[in-house]
């Protein structure tokens, strides 16, 4: 068998001009040589070509947008003359303190206060564990340098306070500093100046509201890597920890409605946008929220389903980039799930030639092409070269200079849309065979024990009835095949003639092969009674087992095998349970370390061992082959290591620590049935192309790269999405805005090759205040999440952490500067589209992998560090803010759930009942005066005393399906009190902390200060 993977085979070895080697493949359509290929004259044109499914007479059903052309402007696609639909408007933000703007102003107060009392108030807000963020310090004291090991002061101490309207640290420490709302504007909402007397607020604050100079301040490079603000002369390293003196006039409370709040923001956009059609006629134009219940229409640009940004639009110039920041990046999920009501993206044919592409940057047919010389030619949006129209493709141009099949072709009137793929796009020009799921089970005796076994091969019997399957098609085209194994691997032959299924047995896992080509990987439907017989069979078979010890590596690699011999691409879906310690290749020893927490060689914990997986990855990945990853741990496992290949094949890994059937079965076998059926797409690659002034550099996500372009994933499912960072190389123009074009080659799960083509047009000006009105601050926190998550594997957290607060006061200040109205320095305002970042920047600070603390698993820390790498925007916004809802609260008689609340405990009541979920986890916490009859209406017992776990659950469900994304999580239920609270207290993101982190208010108070530094 020749299985030379990508390198060797034309067109993936073929090089194009300008482009690395490798990526010519994904990149060599053929292109001259095919001009008039078809050679027909034009009549031939009148025919829609093959894979245009309906004219635009029977468009109803939604394929090409009806020409309704009042809002849809074809020269904003065409050539970029884009109509200023968005005047800039004047920055809107939310001014702390300006009471006639805003709602934020309760935390004004007269005057700046005297050095003396905001010494005390610094120290009582515990600002402390940010000391170290001077980076690098000279330390003033050895607090400043380890935040986490410091005793909190004891105001701080209580992690938690019993629930109450009020934040009381806060509320208490800060009150000196506060007024009512009602009192009159004034300069001193925020922390006051941590130098000795007021700041200055005038003129140099106050300047042209463009292209002033660069910010002041020390230097900040970019993120990550860079040099970060140095010791800030008068900012001490530290806060000592001083007890909280609490000085001054008695004190009146500070609202914790007063600070923004994300549940306001969500509830604000879904009653401004929710229920509407989100068309993507125009460039530039920001998305509803993810939040935000919406019907994406495709007019141009891709939904924000698949593509979203940091910003909507792009600065002009590397400068201003430089000047603000705010990273430039777009969020991909090339495959997300799209609701019922929007419609499927189409598949153009182009027949034998392959899809249309620029000659020069290969770059597909789109709508920012635009048609000259009669339709004769047209000019790429991306790289301005002219081409010639294929005779076969060649159409007349309207009045308006646009074709007049316009609206007949996705690719010319759509953001999204797919191309049937020819033979160059295929590995050694031959069609794929489809796929292959290897189910692969860990036979060992924890896991015949726990009845994990049984369970997944019961499971497997109704489940592989339910694999993917092309619309329309009867049966899925997947095949399927079964390995079983502990310190050897048996191979099952399930071919449909045999009455019984033959077991192989490999026990030499150094050189691993596959002992039948024939009968291993086979159609569920014609085997199935051999696999039933198989699934029936195997928790006998090693019933009596007493092999504890485990192979991993040779595990995958006998799936890579597989796939080579049956030459396909496909998924490994391996159950396993404990660290590889058997003697074969990828054996694996307990590092686990804890001592390493805190310092310099932490990053250690999360980089996986380098060798035997690096390479298996390599294999799968050059193979197609998707891992699957589902882990039963009793104990450390080195997740860091073991996960390392899923997370670069565009896999998953799911985790149930103390695995038993009975708690944890439910939860597992609907992660299971969720992942068998997912859509997906094989053996991708992903190229994201840019027009002029600026280019992708870097790439987050569960993805290989093997050069600076291509992205690789052995597979890609419909919740993966990759992160990419733009960089200017030249000046953008305002005028034509800027372009991104990601194109996905993959094959389908019938073993069709595809593209699948976004595209997006951003804006751009060289006005800052645009790029901060059009920020998403969802999509910012995801670019942080994951380039944080990233940089620890080659940085101390603490530089991490350092890095993100300044960044974060640097894009505020910046927008302080450039952006904002003057106001007195005291005043913290932020930019409207931004006023939550604080939140989730400082939520994102708080996760396990950032948080240094012993008394976290190593394994949960990087498992979750690697799950966030191929997140979508959707899940980073519920991870970092939970949503947690008010159950009492609830109308048994209606659809609607109640409004979420802040993640704070101020909000808890005793007589309460919330449901808190993330995406991960669930939690049903229940106040201790809940009056009974609220435990009758909701669950339908006596008392809070007959509620047990499962039977919750099932009720819970019955009250929210269809309402409640219930999937991927757990339902834990806590009482007021109990300890396991504590659990449920860490996703109170609002609140200080369980490891010593800082509240938001807090955060909020640090970072004001920060601003206020850079801006002296
Ligand atoms: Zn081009």
């Known amino acids: 068998?020749?299985?030379?993977?990508?390198?060797?085979?034309?067109?993936?070895?073929?090089?194009?001009?300008?482009?690395?080697?490798?990526?010519?493949?994904?990149?060599?359509?053929?292109?001259?040589?095919?001009?008039?290929?078809?050679?027909?004259?034009?009549?031939?044109?009148?025919?829609?070509?093959?894979?245009?499914?309906?004219?635009?007479?029977?468009?109803?059903?939604?394929?090409?947008?009806?020409?309704?052309?009042?809002?849809?402007?074809?020269?904003?696609?065409?050539?970029?003359?884009?109509?200023?639909?968005?005047?800039?408007?004047?920055?809107?933000?939310?001014?702390?303190?300006?009471?006639?703007?805003?709602?934020?102003?309760?935390?004004?107060?007269?005057?700046?206060?005297?050095?003396?009392?905001?010494?005390?108030?610094?120290?009582?807000?515990?600002?402390?564990?940010?000391?170290?963020?001077?980076?690098?310090?000279?330390?003033?004291s050895s607090v400043a340098q380890q935040p986490f090991q410091t005793p909190p002061p004891p105001a701080m101490g209580q992690p938690q306070m019993p629930p109450g309207p009020q934040s009381p640290h806060m509320s208490q420490q800060m009150s000196p500093q506060m007024s009512p709302p009602q009192s009159p504007p004034a300069s001193m909402p925020m922390a006051g100046p941590p130098l000795a007397g007021p700041l200055m607020v005038g003129s140099q604050m106050a300047g042209p509201p463009m292209g002033g100079p660069p910010m002041g301040g020390p230097p900040m490079a970019g993120q990550f890597g860079g040099q970060m603000a140095g010791p800030q002369p008068g900012m001490p390293g530290a806060f000592p920890g001083a007890p909280a003196s609490l000085a001054g006039p008695p004190q009146k409370k500070l609202d914790p409605d007063s600070?923004?709040?994300?549940?306001?923001?969500?509830?604000?956009?879904?009653?401004?946008?929710?229920?509407?059609?989100?068309?993507?006629?125009?460039?530039?134009?920001?998305?509803?929220?993810?939040?935000?219940?919406?019907?994406?229409?495709?007019?141009?640009?891709?939904?924000?389903?698949?593509?979203?940004?940091?910003?909507?639009?792009?600065?002009?110039?590397?400068?201003?980039?430089?000047?603000?920041?705010?990273?430039?990046?777009?969020?991909?999920?090339?495959?997300?799930?799209?609701?019922?009501?929007?419609?499927?993206?189409?598949?153009?044919?182009?027949?034998?030639t392959g899809p249309i592409r620029c000659n020069r940057c290969k770059a597909y047919m789109c709508p920012y092409m635009q048609f000259i010389d009669g339709g004769r030619r047209y000019q790429c949006g991306f790289c301005n070269c002219v081409s010639e129209v294929p005779v076969f493709y060649f159409q007349h141009l309207d009045h308006m200079g646009r074709r007049v099949d316009f609206y007949e072709r996705p690719e010319l009137s759509l953001g999204s849309y797919e191309f049937a793929a020819t033979l160059d796009y295929c590995k050694n020009n031959k069609l794929p065979n489809p796929p292959a799921y290897i189910f692969m089970i860990d036979v060992s005796y924890n896991n015949i024990k726990s009845g994990l076994v049984k369970l997944i091969c019961d499971e497997l019997k109704t489940l592989l009835e339910k694999l993917p399957r092309e619309e329309g098609a009867e049966s899925s085209a997947i095949k399927v095949g079964f390995v079983t194994y502990n310190k050897v691997l048996h191979f099952y032959n399930v071919k449909s003639a045999l009455a019984q299924p033959q077991m192989m047995v490999v026990s030499d896992t150094a050189e691993m092969f596959v002992p039948l080509l024939d009968g291993f990987l086979v159609n569920y439907q014609d085997s199935r009674a051999v696999i039933y017989n198989l699934l029936d069979q195997i928790p006998d078979m090693f019933a009596d087992t007493n092999e504890s010890e485990t192979v991993f590596a040779p595990v995958i690699q006998a799936g890579v095998e597989a796939f080579k011999a049956a030459e396909c691409n496909g998924k490994l879906f391996i159950f396993h349970s404990s660290m590889p310690t058997a003697e074969a290749p990828g054996k694996l020893k307990n590092r686990d370390d804890k001592k390493l927490v805190n310092t310099e060689k932490e990053k250690t914990l999360f980089q996986p061992q380098k060798g035997v997986y690096e390479q298996?990855?390599?294999?799968?990945?050059?193979?197609?082959?998707?891992?699957?990853?589902?882990?039963?741990?009793?104990?450390?496992?080195?997740?860091?290591?073991?996960?390392?290949?899923?997370?670069?094949?565009?896999?998953?890994?799911?985790?149930?620590?103390?695995?038993?059937?009975?708690?944890?079965?439910?939860?597992?076998?609907?992660?299971?049935?969720?992942?068998?059926?997912?859509?997906?797409?094989?053996?991708?690659?992903?190229?994201?192309?840019?027009?002029?002034?600026?280019?992708?550099?870097?790439?987050?996500?569960?993805?290989?790269?093997?050069?600076?372009?291509?992205?690789?994933?052995?597979?890609?499912?419909?919740?993966?999405?990759?992160?990419?960072?733009?960089?200017?190389?030249?000046?953008?123009?305002?005028?034509?805005?800027?372009?991104?074009?990601?194109?996905?080659?993959y094959t389908t799960i019938s073993g069709q090759r595809r593209l699948r083509i976004h595209n997006l047009s951003l804006h751009c000006s060289s006005q800052l205040s645009e790029l901060y009105t059009r920020c998403e601050t969802d999509s910012l926190i995801n670019f942080f999440a994951k380039s944080a998550y990233r940089a620890i594997l080659n940085q101390p957290l603490k530089n991490v952490r350092e890095i993100l607060v300044n960044q974060t006061a640097h894009m505020l200040a910046c927008y302080r500067k450039n952006c904002a109205s003057p106001s007195a320095a005291s005043q913290l305002i932020l930019?409207?589209?931004?006023?939550?970042?604080?939140?989730?920047?400082?939520?994102?600070?708080?996760?396990?992998?950032?948080?240094?603390?012993?008394?976290?698993?190593?394994?949960?820390?990087?498992?979750?560090?690697?799950?966030?790498?191929?997140?979508?925007?959707?899940?980073?916004?519920?991870?970092?803010?939970?949503?947690?809802?008010?159950?009492?609260?609830?109308?048994?008689?209606?659809?609607?759930?109640?409004?979420?609340?802040?993640?704070?405990?101020?909000?808890?009541?005793?007589?309460?009942?919330?449901?808190?979920?993330?995406?991960?986890?669930?939690?049903?916490?229940?106040?201790?005066?809940?009056?009974?009859?609220?435990?009758?209406?909701?669950?339908?017992?006596?008392?809070?005393?007959?509620?047990?776990?499962?039977?919750?659950?099932?009720?819970?469900?019955?009250?929210?399906?269809?309402?409640?994304?219930?999937?991927?999580?757990?339902?834990?239920?806590?009482?007021?009190?109990?300890?396991?609270?504590?659990?449920?207290?860490?996703?109170?993101?609002?609140?200080?902390?369980?490891?010593?982190?800082?509240?938001?208010?807090?955060?909020?108070?640090?970072?004001?200060?920060?601003?206020?530094?850079?801006?002296?």
Not at 302 to 328: E, G, H, I, N, W
Not at 654 to 668: A, C, I, L, P, R
Not at 680 to 703: K, L
Not at 707 to 730: G, L, P, Q, Y
């Open 1 to 140: 068998m020749s299985q030379q993977g990508y390198v060797a085979a034309p067109p993936y070895s073929q090089a194009q001009p300008g482009m690395g080697g490798y990526q010519g493949g994904f990149g060599s359509g053929p292109a001259q040589p095919l001009y008039g290929h078809y050679g027909g004259p034009p009549q031939a044109f009148t025919a829609p070509p093959a894979g245009m499914m309906k004219s635009p007479v029977s468009s109803a059903a939604g394929m090409p947008p009806p020409p309704v052309s009042s809002q849809y402007n074809p020269n904003v696609q065409q050539n970029g003359a884009h109509p200023q639909r968005y005047p800039a408007p004047p920055a809107a933000s939310a001014a702390y303190g300006q009471p006639p703007q805003s709602p934020y102003n309760s935390m004004a107060s007269p005057g700046p206060p005297a050095p003396q009392q905001l010494t005390n108030q610094m120290s009582a807000m515990n600002l402390g564990s940010y000391g170290p963020m001077q980076s690098p310090p000279p330390p003033t």
């Open 831 to 1016: 930019p409207d589209a931004m006023k939550v970042f604080p939140v989730y920047m400082n939520s994102l600070m708080k996760t396990a992998p950032l948080v240094g603390s012993t008394e976290l698993s190593t394994d949960d820390r990087a498992h979750q560090r690697l799950s966030v790498m191929a997140m979508g925007v959707e899940d980073t916004q519920l991870l970092l803010y939970p949503r947690l809802i008010p159950l009492h609260t609830l109308d048994v008689n209606s659809e609607a759930l109640p409004a979420p609340v802040r993640c704070s405990e101020e909000r808890l009541t005793d007589s309460g009942m919330f449901l808190l979920e993330n995406g991960h986890s669930m939690f049903l916490w229940l106040g201790q005066a809940i009056p009974p009859d609220l435990i009758q209406s909701i669950f339908n017992l006596p008392s809070l005393a007959h509620l047990q776990g499962h039977m919750v659950r099932i009720h819970l469900k019955c009250i929210l399906s269809g309402t409640f994304s219930f999937c991927s999580t757990q339902l834990q239920i806590v009482r007021q009190r109990d300890k396991p609270e504590m659990l449920f207290r860490q996703f109170l993101v609002e609140d200080k902390g369980l490891h010593g982190s800082a509240s938001y208010m807090d955060f909020l108070c640090y970072v004001h200060r920060e601003i206020r530094q850079l801006l002296t």
């Open 259 to 352: 600070i923004p709040s994300i549940t306001q923001v969500i509830e604000d956009d879904q009653l401004k946008k929710g229920g509407q059609v989100f068309s993507t006629n125009i460039r530039g134009q920001v998305p509803p929220l993810v939040t935000t219940d919406f019907t994406a229409q495709d007019q141009g640009n891709a939904s924000p389903r698949f593509m979203r940004c940091t910003t909507y639009s792009l600065p002009c110039t590397a400068d201003l980039a430089k000047q603000c920041q705010v990273p430039l990046a777009s969020i991909i999920k090339p495959f997300a799930s799209l609701p019922k009501d929007e419609t499927p993206l189409y598949v153009v044919n182009h027949g034998e």
């Open 616 to 745: 298996l990855s390599k294999d799968c990945v050059a193979q197609g082959c998707c891992v699957d990853l589902f882990l039963f741990p009793s104990q450390y496992m080195d997740m860091a290591t073991m996960a390392d290949v899923p997370s670069h094949t565009g896999g998953s890994v799911y985790k149930y620590n103390n695995f038993q059937v009975e708690t944890d079965g439910e939860h597992f076998l609907r992660d299971l049935r969720k992942d068998v059926q997912k859509s997906i797409g094989f053996d991708a690659i992903m190229r994201v192309r840019t027009s002029t002034g600026f280019r992708a550099t870097d790439f987050f996500g569960a993805i290989h790269m093997n050069n600076t372009t291509d992205i690789e994933m052995a597979a890609v499912d419909c919740d993966k999405a990759v992160t990419v960072e733009f960089k200017h190389d030249d000046t953008l123009s305002e005028e034509t805005g800027a372009l991104i074009q990601c194109a996905l080659l």
